[in-house]
């Protein structure tokens, strides 16, 4: 089982900028990916990006592609997520989860076993 710490949520006005961080622990050695998530009240829990630990790949939605770039530390022990040129509907609960997949499928809730508890993300125009 893999332990996940997010930090790094708070509320920015539109335009702005914000860094999560996750930090894995315990048996990571069992896993090669780490995605974030998020989930907005009354929606569906959603990929946003995703990181191939081995080989540092990076996937993206679409609402991510620009804006967003996940990059991992730690030797894969620690992903991060910048944020940057916020919107509106960015608001959501963001959560770390961390899984053994190998790209396909990277944004779907049902291929990772261990998640964190999330954190808070709030922009406000």
């Known amino acids: 089982q893999v332990q996940l710490l997010e930090s790094g949520g708070g509320s920015v006005q539109v335009g702005g900028s914000l860094r999560l961080s996750c930090v894995a622990s315990g048996h990571t050695y069992s896993t090669n990916f780490m995605t974030w998530f998020r989930q907005a009240p009354g929606k569906e829990r959603e990929g946003v990006a995703g990181?191939?630990?081995?080989?540092?790949?990076?996937y993206y939605d679409d609402s991510a592609k620009g804006r967003f770039t996940i990059s991992q530390d730690n030797g894969g022990d620690t992903v991060h997520l910048i944020m940057n040129n916020l919107k509106v509907e960015d608001t959501a609960m963001y959560y770390c989860?961390?899984?053994?997949?190998?790209?396909?499928?990277?944004?779907?809730?049902?291929?990772?076993?261990?998640w964190g508890q999330g954190t808070q993300v709030t922009i406000s125009s």
């Open positions: 989860a961390r899984g053994l997949l190998y790209g396909k499928d990277w944004n779907q809730p049902g291929q990772y076993n261990d």
């Open positions: 990181i191939h630990i081995p080989t540092h790949t990076a």
